[in-house]
């Protein structure tokens, strides 16, 4: 369920990056202060931390879920 997570996230903010690169190369976009564009710039800023810290929850967790299996008391 977390890797879905962590995978959703990326995949947005990499599409929210991508779009704001296409609408300044083409031009299409002079005034990203307004609609949708604060949301769309602002995305990879939070998205891509917030990936990484999931990963490294993710990390942490499969330890604990590795260990407590070797040792033979799941919880």
């Not at 995978?7 to 690169?21: D, G, K, P, Q, Y």
């Not at 990936?51 to 499969?62: E, P, W």
Request: hydrophobic share 65%; aromatic share 8%; no cysteine.
């Amino acid at each position: 369920m977390l890797i879905f997570m962590i995978a959703a996230i990326v995949v947005l903010s990499i599409a929210s990056f991508a779009v704001i690169f296409i609408a300044r190369v083409t031009g299409a976009v002079t005034d990203f202060t307004t609609g949708a564009w604060p949301a769309i710039s602002v995305l990879p800023l939070i998205g891509l931390p917030l990936a990484i810290l999931l990963i490294i929850a993710y990390v942490v967790a499969s330890g604990v879920r590795r260990v407590r299996e070797n040792r033979g008391t799941t919880r």
